[in-house]
């Protein structure tokens, strides 16, 4: 069985993994990491995304194997309870989930599209999370949790560069 090395949330793994397993069973079987929810099986939802190596994947998408040498972040990499981070506090107050199945994956694809636009229109944000299905919100709260932690992002003068956009324990 192949042996992969993979950093996730800032902790390496050196994990012995299927050839055929997916990303998203990785994070969840074996690493314990079930905040990464699957909601299809058809590559469609967005629930199962994370960033792999910065950028938004959907993590049914691609073999663990492929990810070998890669560096994950998780919504558990994202923040914590006791120490949101912004976009998480953002969908918190602006009323962004319903039943939450489909957050994780919101929430890090709206931060991968910070990263690469601070100050986005309420259509860039569409945009953004077009590759994200939610069931329950009608999307409206989550436009506005997304503009909201950008404004409250750009005002953070702690947060001085993209990078900082992600999170705790992130190693990219
Ligand atoms: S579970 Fe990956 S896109 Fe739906
Ligand atoms: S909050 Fe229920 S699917 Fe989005």
């Given at each position: 069985m192949p042996q992969i090395e993979i950093d996730v949330n800032g902790a390496h793994h050196s994990v012995p993994v299927e050839p055929?397993?997916?990303?998203?069973?990785?994070?969840?079987?074996?690493?314990?990491?079930?905040?990464?929810?699957?909601?299809?099986d058809t590559s469609s939802c967005g629930a199962c995304t994370v960033l792999l190596n910065g950028e938004s994947v959907k993590s049914c998408t691609m073999f663990a194997v492929q990810a070998d040498g890669s560096a994950v972040i998780t919504i558990e990499g994202i923040g914590a309870s006791d120490?949101?981070?912004?976009?998480?506090?953002?969908?918190?107050?602006?009323?962004?989930?319903?039943?939450?199945?489909?957050?994780?994956?919101?929430?890090?694809?709206?931060?991968?599209?910070?990263?690469?636009?601070?100050?986005?229109?309420?259509?860039?944000?569409?945009?953004?999370?077009?590759?994200?299905?939610?069931r329950c919100t009608g999307y409206e709260n989550i436009i506005r949790a997304v503009r909201?932690?950008?404004?409250?992002?750009?005002?953070?003068?702690?947060?001085?560069?993209?990078?900082?956009?992600?999170?705790v324990g992130g190693s990219n």
């Open positions: 055929r397993l997916l990303l998203v069973h990785l994070l969840r079987d074996k690493l314990e990491l079930t905040g990464t929810h699957v909601g299809c120490a949101l981070h912004p976009m998480q506090e953002a969908f918190w107050k602006m009323h962004g989930l319903q039943c939450g199945y489909c957050t994780p994956g919101m929430i890090v694809s709206a931060v991968d599209l910070l990263r690469r636009n601070p100050d986005p229109s309420d259509d860039e944000i569409r945009a953004g999370i077009e590759g994200n299905l939610c909201s932690a950008a404004a409250a992002l750009r005002n953070d003068e702690s947060r001085h560069s993209v990078a900082e956009l992600l999170p």
